[in-house]
């Protein structure tokens, strides 16, 4: 089996490169995982994953000059697929970050915390959030399993998910009202938390992806 961690010159793809590296020994699955840039690799795969770390913009201009758009729409078409952060906001219509176009793949936006949210003591609220959270599952899946129901899981971000359909939603976090930090559909699952950064969590959902066979 091919997992091909997508380089698109952002974030700290090697921290995911070594977290898929340490899921794939604790399975014991014996894939073999590259980070990569080069399309036909991508294409090849048997399954992807997208992490990003940085400003959407930027992101999606990196997928656009090293023509990774289209092979990265085939991929999440048909192949088990896990979007991480920007890697998940990616695959929305539009983000308020730089005005800019997403991929489309879900329908709806992606906001900007409000500077003036404040919590249940009345102190406000920084922006980004960022730091440990619980994870809400919304709906049983498969990347859940060993789980536990509001498991802590590690955030940075300015910006959050605002899917237009429910039920993609897998998974909520409160900052200070609850938003979707978890959405996916058939072979497609994303977080906007940090799996590489989520410790003991972070690697059972990674080894539960190198398991997953795209279905729900």
Known sequence: MKVAIIDNGMGNLQ???QSVQVANKLQNVHAVIELTADPEKIFTADKIIFPGQGAMPDCMAALQNNGLKEVLLEG???KPFLGICVGAQ???EFSEEGNTTGLGWFAG???RFSSANVDKQGRRLKVPHMGWNR???TQK???FANIK????FYFVHSYYLFPQQKGIVLGN???PDAFACVVGRDNVFATQFHTEKSHKAGLQLLQNFLLWDGSV
């Open 135 to 137: 994870v809400q599952q």
């Open 149 to 152: 129901q509001d498991e802590w």
């Open 15 to 17: 921290s995911v490169l």
């Open 173 to 175: 976090t409160d900052y």
């Open 90 to 92: 990616l695959l929305f």
């Open 76 to 78: 999440l078409r048909n």
């Open 141 to 143: 899946h498969p990347l």
């Open 109 to 111: 936006s992606v906001v």
